[in-house]
Structures are given as C-alpha cells and as structure tokens.
C-alpha cells in the first residue's frame, strides 16, 4: 500500500469502550482514512488483542492497514499490518525479523535528522517528526521544526509521517514540505464528526486543480 494521506491515530477515550472505538475507527475509514494505528496504553493484553483483530477486520474490509503502537508481538498475534515503534520500544531490525519484509514499520524520530537516517538503515518503512503544534495527546513530546522536514525530506528517501497537533487547517505547510503521511490524534478522534474530520485532512492530498 502507499504511505501516503491520513494516518489516524486512535485516542485515549475512544479507546475506553470497545463499542466507541469500533464505531470510531468505522467513520475514520469512511471518511477515507487508509491507515489506522490502534494506540491504547490501558487496556490489558487480552483486551488490546481481542481488540486489535476487531479492527484488522475493519480495516481490512475497507482496503486500509492497521498498525500497533508499541507492540510487535501484538502486531503479529492480531494480523495487523505493522508496528509504530519509538525510540524506547524496540529496535527495528527485531520487528523486521519478527512481522516479515511486507510489514509497515514505522519509527518516532521526534526532531532528529540522524535518528531517522538510523532507522531507514535498519529497515524501517516511514519515520516519524514531531511534534510541530501543542499536542493534548502527548504534550511533553519533544518538538520539531519545518526546517527539520526540509533537511529530512533532501536526505531521506523513504516516507516521513508527522504528527502532534496537526489538524486539516494547520498541516497544509507540512505537506507542502513534502511530508507523506499526516498523523493525527485528537484532530480526527476528538472532533464531534470524525468522518468528516477525516475527509478534511484528504483534501490535503488532492492534486490542486
Ligand atoms: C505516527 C506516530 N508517530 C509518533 C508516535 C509516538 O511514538 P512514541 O514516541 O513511542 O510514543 P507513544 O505513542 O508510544 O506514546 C506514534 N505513536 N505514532
Ligand atoms: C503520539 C505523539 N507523538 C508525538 S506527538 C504525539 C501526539 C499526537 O496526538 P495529537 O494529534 O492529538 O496531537
Ligand atoms: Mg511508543
């Protein structure tokens, strides 16, 4: 699949109720999200497994991958497509050798240049910037800079994902930069209609005309 579009990213209180996150997940996919992340700090193994195969159907019957965050062993118990790993979960070239050469990989890079250069070495399918804006999700995470994408997007062939704080009205100066995937939390899981949440970052990525 290409690693392009709205990466929506699941929150906290969606996450609380099994039922709220599949209808959650549900409208993101139908407002054209083609990869979901399940990120869920809380719940218990069993639940976040039983859980991650609800929505690896899901997405699967919409044509979309699904990623875990933190867990490679999750990932590959539940089907998923893939794992997000930051700085602290894990090196890449285990997953790799876990989930296999098709699965998605993606690895936090915060504001650092060099640690996405390492991560592409190891293998890692995308990296990830951020983040650029206040974020409610994740407020202590470190930032970083449009300028960092510039330097990124010259040095790095592979797909560069940003998140942290992005809504529909601020990331369009990221994707002018050449950011491929737009991740976003709360902008799409908080908003009162997520489908249409959704739909608003793609237009991001329709070919001006
Ligand atoms: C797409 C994407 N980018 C960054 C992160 C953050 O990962 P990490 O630094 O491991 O922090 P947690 O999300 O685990 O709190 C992410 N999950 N997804
Ligand atoms: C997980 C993560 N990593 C860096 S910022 C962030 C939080 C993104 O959430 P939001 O889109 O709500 O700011
Ligand atoms: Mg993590």
């Given at each position: 699949m290409s690693l392009s579009g709205l990466y929506a990213v699941t929150?906290?209180?969606?996450?609380?109720?099994?039922?709220?996150?599949?209808?959650?997940?549900?409208?993101a996919l139908a407002g054209g999200a083609r990869l979901i992340q399940y990120r869920d700090k809380r719940a218990s193994t069993d639940q976040r497994e039983e859980r991650a195969k609800r929505l690896r159907r899901l997405c699967h019957e919409a044509g979309a991958a699904l990623i875990i965050n933190d867990d490679t062993e999750l990932a590959l118990r539940s089907g998923a497509d893939g794992v997000h790993l930051g700085a602290s979960?894990?090196?890449?070239?285990?997953?790799?050798?876990?989930?296999?050469?098709?699965?998605?990989?993606?690895?936090?890079?915060?504001?650092?240049?060099?640690?996405?250069?390492?991560?592409?070495a190891e293998g890692a399918s995308y990296v990830a910037f951020g983040r650029f804006f206040a974020s409610r999700t994740k407020p202590d995470a470190p930032p970083a800079s449009l300028e960092l994408l510039d330097a990124a997007r010259a040095a790095l062939a592979l797909p560069i994902c940003v998140i942290g704080g992005l809504t529909a009205d601020n990331a369009g100066p990221l994707r002018a930069?050449?950011?491929?995937?737009?991740?976003?939390?709360?902008?799409?899981?908080?908003?009162?209609?997520?489908?249409?949440?959704?739909?608003?970052?793609?237009?991001?990525?329709?070919?001006?005309?």
């Open positions: 929150s906290e209180a969606v996450c609380e109720d099994p039922q709220r996150l599949v209808s959650a997940v549900a409208a979960d894990g090196a890449i070239r285990n997953a790799r050798l876990r989930l296999g050469p098709r699965a998605i990989i993606g690895r936090s890079c915060s504001g650092s240049l060099e640690r996405a250069q390492a991560a592409a930069r050449g950011a491929d995937l737009i991740a976003a939390v709360d902008g799409v899981f908080a908003a009162p209609d997520i489908e249409a949440a959704a739909r608003a970052y793609l237009k991001l990525f329709k070919d001006p005309t």
